[in-house]
Protein backbone atom coordinates (compact mmCIF):
# COMPACT_ATOMS: atom_id res chain seq x y z
CA UNK A 1 0.00 0.00 0.00
CA UNK A 2 1.73 3.35 -1.18
CA UNK A 3 1.95 5.73 1.93
CA UNK A 4 -0.08 8.64 0.49
CA UNK A 5 -3.24 5.89 0.06
CA UNK A 6 -3.01 5.34 3.48
CA UNK A 7 -5.18 8.44 4.04
CA UNK A 8 -7.80 7.29 2.49
CA UNK A 9 -8.63 4.64 5.12
CA UNK A 10 -9.56 4.64 8.38
CA UNK A 11 -6.54 4.54 11.52
CA UNK A 12 -7.99 1.36 12.34
CA UNK A 13 -7.94 -0.20 9.01
CA UNK A 14 -4.78 0.85 8.58
CA UNK A 15 -3.71 -0.68 12.12
CA UNK A 16 -5.33 -3.61 10.82
CA UNK A 17 -3.25 -4.16 7.34
CA UNK A 18 -0.08 -3.32 9.72
CA UNK A 19 -0.49 -6.16 11.82
CA UNK A 20 -1.41 -8.34 9.03
CA UNK A 21 1.66 -7.38 7.23
CA UNK A 22 3.28 -8.88 10.53
CA UNK A 23 1.63 -12.17 10.12
CA UNK A 24 2.47 -12.13 6.55
CA UNK A 25 6.04 -13.31 6.95
CA UNK A 26 6.45 -17.25 8.08
CA UNK A 27 9.93 -16.48 9.99
CA UNK A 28 7.81 -13.40 11.95
CA UNK A 29 5.00 -15.83 12.80
CA UNK A 30 7.62 -18.33 13.90
CA UNK A 31 9.14 -15.38 16.41
CA UNK A 32 5.61 -14.64 17.35
CA UNK A 33 5.31 -18.27 18.52
CA UNK A 34 8.63 -18.94 20.03
CA UNK A 35 8.18 -16.02 22.04
CA UNK A 36 4.65 -17.06 23.31
CA UNK A 37 5.63 -21.01 23.77
CA UNK A 38 9.04 -19.63 25.94
CA UNK A 39 6.36 -17.45 28.52
CA UNK A 40 9.64 -15.61 29.04
CA UNK A 41 12.02 -12.86 27.55
CA UNK A 42 13.88 -14.29 24.83
CA UNK A 43 17.60 -13.30 23.46
CA UNK A 44 20.11 -14.52 21.34
CA UNK A 45 18.80 -18.23 21.23
CA UNK A 46 16.59 -17.62 18.04
CA UNK A 47 19.37 -17.83 15.62
CA UNK A 48 19.71 -21.43 16.61
CA UNK A 49 16.11 -22.06 16.92
CA UNK A 50 14.97 -21.15 13.94
CA UNK A 51 18.05 -21.40 11.59
CA UNK A 52 18.22 -18.25 10.37
CA UNK A 53 21.08 -15.84 9.89
CA UNK A 54 21.17 -13.49 12.83
CA UNK A 55 20.61 -9.84 10.24
CA UNK A 56 17.71 -11.65 9.19
CA UNK A 57 16.35 -12.60 12.75
CA UNK A 58 17.30 -8.73 13.23
CA UNK A 59 14.98 -7.07 10.73
CA UNK A 60 11.93 -9.08 11.38
CA UNK A 61 12.57 -7.87 15.21
CA UNK A 62 12.50 -4.93 14.29
CA UNK A 63 9.41 -5.21 11.97
CA UNK A 64 7.99 -6.45 15.06
CA UNK A 65 9.13 -3.93 17.45
CA UNK A 66 8.21 -1.38 14.97
CA UNK A 67 4.59 -2.36 14.91
CA UNK A 68 4.50 -2.61 18.86
CA UNK A 69 4.09 -6.33 18.81
CA UNK A 70 7.15 -6.87 20.65
CA UNK A 71 9.17 -5.14 23.55
CA UNK A 72 12.86 -5.41 24.00
CA UNK A 73 14.84 -4.34 27.39
CA UNK A 74 18.95 -4.11 27.12
CA UNK A 75 20.41 -6.00 29.47
CA UNK A 76 23.96 -5.76 29.80
CA UNK A 77 24.80 -6.21 25.74
CA UNK A 78 22.00 -8.46 25.48
CA UNK A 79 18.50 -7.68 24.24
CA UNK A 80 15.75 -9.19 25.51
CA UNK A 81 12.43 -9.74 23.67
CA UNK A 82 8.85 -10.44 24.88
CA UNK A 83 5.25 -10.23 23.27
CA UNK A 84 3.84 -6.70 24.32
CA UNK A 85 0.85 -7.56 25.94
CA UNK A 86 -1.25 -4.82 25.36
CA UNK A 87 -0.23 -4.66 22.19
CA UNK A 88 -1.27 -8.34 21.39
CA UNK A 89 -4.61 -7.79 23.27
CA UNK A 90 -5.64 -5.06 20.86
CA UNK A 91 -4.40 -6.66 17.55
CA UNK A 92 -6.69 -9.87 19.10
CA UNK A 93 -9.76 -7.44 19.55
CA UNK A 94 -9.22 -6.11 16.23
CA UNK A 95 -8.75 -8.74 14.82
CA UNK A 96 -11.94 -10.52 16.38
CA UNK A 97 -14.31 -7.26 15.61
CA UNK A 98 -12.90 -7.86 11.72
CA UNK A 99 -13.97 -11.36 11.52
CA UNK A 100 -17.09 -11.03 13.96
CA UNK A 101 -18.69 -8.51 10.98
CA UNK A 102 -19.24 -11.98 9.12
CA UNK A 103 -22.39 -13.20 8.66
CA UNK A 104 -22.80 -16.35 6.32
CA UNK A 105 -25.55 -15.35 4.05
CA UNK A 106 -24.80 -18.15 1.83
CA UNK A 107 -27.07 -20.24 4.49
CA UNK A 108 -29.80 -18.96 3.22
CA UNK A 109 -30.85 -18.02 0.17
CA UNK A 110 -29.47 -14.23 -0.68
CA UNK A 111 -25.46 -15.83 -1.28
CA UNK A 112 -24.32 -14.07 -4.44
Known amino acids: MGISKTDLFSKEQNDIALAAKAFANPARVAIIQHLMNAKQCVNSDLVQELGLAQATISQHL ?29 IQDQFNDLFNLYINICESEKCC
Open 62 to 90: RELKDIGIIQGTIEGSRLNYCINPVRWKS
